[in-house]
T-cell receptor, first 118, second 115 residues
Framework: EPEVTQTPSHQVTQMGQEVILRCVPI?????FYWYRQILGQKVEFLVS????????KSEIFDDQFSVERPDGSNFTLKIRSTKLEDSAMYFC????????????????FGDGTRLSIL | AQKITQTQPGMFVQEKEAVTLDCTYD???????LFWYKQPSSGEMIFLIYQGSYDQQNATEGRYSLNFQKARKSANLVISASQLGDSAMYFC????????????FGRGTSLIVHP
């Protein structure tokens, strides 16, 4: 079964540095998402991406963050000037159609990247 | 605004017994979808089951079923014949067809299955 792939599985970075989290969505999916989950807390939406542009973003997704689909397969989340509070699990997800529209249109999640800011 | 509430921070169940994980939601949109995800200790998010607001029947997927009570705005997950591998965090999520379609997640319920 096709799956969403995220790399690296764990990233350790010094505060103030930039990190790029990588995701390969399922190949026929058109909608891509990033979520984060701070340890022990709920999953929080960051941004959705469709047709090579951001379709929706949350308050968390400020100027520190950016997303890109540099080629036909990768979807990246860049975090500039990382802060301690950016430490979290970051999930990439994709869906064939817009999430929630109609039966069986779930988001398929990757295994996550655990980001640790020191 | 949409809101998902999972009132059980932790649940315990004996192996082979059934367990119900509660989820209530609040929305004014008549068209919405409800999802359950499982998150094992390894961290990945695994889709389990989906219920659409207009679906006439409760969703079922193997040992998972969704007890959908629209009037009460509840979408409880029922796991039958619990297995040790069911021990995990379980998240309920909702998306709406109107307005923001981005699924909103509840805080999760930690399920521990005892042998």
């Amino acid at each position: 079964e096709p799956e969403v792939t995220q790399t690296p599985s764990h990233q350790v970075t010094q505060m103030g540095q930039e990190v790029i989290l990588r995701c390969v969505p399922i190949s026929n999916h058109l909608y891509f998402y990033w979520y984060r989950q701070i340890l022990g807390q709920k999953v929080e939406f960051l941004v959705s991406f469709y047709n090579n542009e951001i379709s929706e973003k949350s308050e968390i997704f400020d100027d520190q963050f950016s997303v890109e689909r540099p080629d036909g397969s990768n979807f990246t989340l860049k975090i500039r000037s990382t802060k301690l509070e950016d430490s979290a699990m970051y999930f990439c997800a994709s869906s064939e159609r817009r999430a929630g529209t109609g039966r069986n249109q779930p988001q398929h999640f990757g295994d996550g990247t655990r980001l640790s800011i020191l | 605004a949409q809101k998902i509430t999972q009132t059980q921070p932790g649940m315990f169940v004996q192996e082979k017994e059934a367990v119900t994980l509660d989820c209530t939601y609040d929305t004014s949109d008549p068209s919405y979808g409800l999802f359950w995800y499982k998150q094992p200790s390894s961290g990945e998010m695994i889709f389990l089951i989906y219920q659409g607001s207009y679906d006439q029947q409760n969703a079922t997927e193997g040992r998972y079923s969704l007890n959908f009570q629209k009037a009460r705005k509840s979408a409880n997950l029922v796991i039958s014949a619990s297995q040790l591998g069911d021990s995990a965090m379980y998240f309920c999520a909702m998306s709406q067809s109107g307005g923001s379609y981005i699924p909103t997640f509840g805080r999760g319920t930690s399920l521990i299955v005892h042998p």
